[in-house]
């Protein structure tokens, strides 16, 4: 007999998009076994189930038999940022590499440690005016940075303990999630084929809710755009370098968009926030946007940061522990071919801010 965790076979069927009708056809089931199983209702099934299960799902044994629960979009630590609705099947695949990701994470952080260059505060917006700008420039004081533009947002955050976790996510209208958790360290999942541009006002975006957030609300993500903006760009360092432009146009933003290293509609949005332009100035800026075929595809491309902290993990495992793939598998309850698909094994950047312990 097998002993298997109903969420743990949901996470994994999730993750190989396939459907419950699918599966218990595939293990000579009926759906409503698979449903009971996945429920928790039963919570074993014989050998030979088993070695069809584990041969179907591409998982070993033991990843079935994990005691875990699974995080959904909605909780009050899961924060969802997307720019267009997604099918169910998208979202069930987004949220079980997600919970791969996270679990494989806690498995591995007993054996490493982070090691924070400066704290990541939990701050209550009330405090601050009600005004997500205002925390932003809290943190940039809190954080002792200088002005004018973030070289790297990415080292920025992770030099706060927090983990950013590239992945592909397999569909372009999500950018990322993030997670703060008891007992972890905090996580934000970066979708890796969004722009440099936006990949830093995502990130940024996902800071703010670490930093501001800790229950969803209707207005949490107005206020995470209006915090991302100020915190890469200013307003009262932008307004003064737009006001010595007799009139700002669209090939004018190109040199403050290299110098910011956000995207020229972004800075449209901030010179109008910082009463640089005017509502007027603003809507004809992005009509020329669209007429020049912008929106999507913007000229002088920033170039997309790279994590190090969750790489360095997985380095400090194989290079100071001596992990082999066998033992790296075993940890993960893992296969070889998620392990080559998901985890930043080769070409591994020097190991900072980590040791073993």
Same mark, same amino acid.
């Given at each position: 007999?097998?002993?298997?965790? &109903?969420?743990?076979?949901?996470?994994?069927?999730?993750?190989?998009?396939?459907?419950?009708?699918?599966?218990?056809?595939? @293990? &000579?089931?009926?759906?409503?076994?698979?449903?009971?199983?996945?429920?928790?209702?039963?919570?074993?099934?014989?050998?030979?189930? #088993?070695?069809?299960?584990?041969?179907?799902?591409?998982?070993?044994?033991?990843?079935?038999?994990?005691?875990?629960?699974? @995080?959904?979009?909605?909780?009050?630590?899961?924060?969802?940022?997307?720019?267009? $609705?997604?099918?169910?099947?998208?979202?069930?695949?987004?949220?079980?590499?997600?919970?791969?990701?996270?679990?494989?994470?806690?498995?591995?952080?007993?054996?490493?440690?982070?090691?924070?260059?400066?704290?990541?505060?939990?701050?209550? /917006?009330?405090?601050? &005016?009600?005004? +997500?700008?205002?925390?932003?420039?809290?943190?940039?004081?809190?954080?002792?940075?200088?002005? &004018?533009? /973030?070289?790297?947002?990415?080292?920025?955050?992770?030099?706060?303990?927090?983990?950013?976790?590239?992945?592909?996510?397999?569909?372009?209208?999500?950018?990322? *999630?993030?997670?703060?958790?008891?007992?972890?360290?905090?996580?934000?999942?970066?979708?890796?084929?969004?722009?440099?541009?936006?990949?830093?006002? $995502?990130? #940024?975006?996902?800071? +703010?809710?670490?930093?501001?957030?800790?229950?969803?609300?209707?207005?949490?993500?107005?206020?995470?755009?209006?915090?991302?903006?100020?915190?890469?760009?200013?307003? +009262?360092?932008?307004?003064?370098?737009?006001?010595?432009?007799?009139?700002?146009?669209?090939?004018?933003?190109?040199?403050?968009?290299?110098?910011?290293?956000?995207?020229?509609?972004?800075? /449209?949005?901030?010179?109008?926030?910082?009463?640089?332009?005017?509502?007027? =100035?603003?809507?004809?800026?992005?009509?020329?946007?669209?007429?020049?075929?912008?929106? =999507?595809?913007?000229?002088?491309?920033?170039?997309?940061? *790279?994590?190090?902290?969750?790489?360095?993990?997985?380095?400090?495992?194989?290079? *100071?522990?001596?992990?082999?793939?066998?033992?790296?598998?075993?940890?993960?309850?893992?296969?070889?071919?998620?392990?080559?698909?998901?985890?930043?094994?080769?070409?591994?950047?020097?190991?900072?801010?980590?040791? +073993?312990?």
């Amino acid at each position: 007999m097998m002993f298997i965790v &109903g969420q743990m076979l949901t996470l994994a069927r999730d993750y190989r998009a396939i459907s419950q009708e699918e599966l218990a056809r595939m @293990l &000579g089931m009926s759906q409503a076994q698979v449903a009971k199983i996945e429920a928790g209702l039963k919570k074993e099934v014989d050998e030979n189930t #088993a070695i069809r299960l584990v041969q179907t799902l591409g998982f070993p044994r033991g990843f079935f038999e994990q005691e875990e629960d699974l @995080l959904g979009f909605g909780s009050s630590a899961y924060f969802y940022r997307k720019r267009a $609705t997604i099918s169910a099947a998208d979202r069930r695949r987004i949220h079980s590499l997600v919970n791969l990701l996270r679990i494989a994470t806690k498995r591995v952080l007993p054996h490493v440690e982070i090691q924070p260059k400066r704290p990541l505060p939990s701050w209550d /917006i009330e405090n601050y &005016g009600d005004r +997500a700008s205002n925390v932003a420039r809290a943190l940039r004081a809190h954080w002792h940075l200088p002005d &004018g533009p /973030i070289r790297d947002l990415t080292a920025l955050v992770e030099s706060a303990g927090v983990i950013v976790i590239s992945c592909e996510f397999g569909h372009k209208t999500v950018d990322a *999630t993030s997670l703060r958790l008891a007992g972890m360290p905090p996580l934000i999942f970066m979708n890796c084929e969004v722009p440099g541009d936006r990949w830093r006002f $995502t990130l #940024a975006h996902e800071l +703010a809710h670490l930093v501001m957030h800790r229950e969803p609300h209707d207005q949490m993500e107005i206020e995470a755009d209006e915090f991302a903006g100020e915190f890469l760009v200013p307003a +009262a360092e932008l307004g003064p370098q737009l006001s010595k432009l007799p009139r700002v146009q669209v090939r004018d933003l190109l040199p403050f968009k290299r110098h910011w290293k956000v995207s020229i509609q972004a800075l /449209i949005f901030r010179a109008f926030e910082a009463e640089a332009i005017t509502e007027a =100035q603003k809507k004809s800026l992005f009509v020329r946007i669209s007429q020049l075929n912008m929106r =999507q595809v913007e000229p002088e491309a920033i170039e997309r940061e *790279t994590p190090g902290n969750f790489a360095r993990m997985f380095q400090t495992l194989t290079d *100071t522990l001596h992990f082999n793939s066998d033992e790296l598998a075993s940890l993960l309850e893992w296969g070889a071919s998620d392990m080559r698909a998901l985890l930043p094994l080769p070409n591994l950047p020097p190991v900072r801010h980590l040791r +073993a312990i």
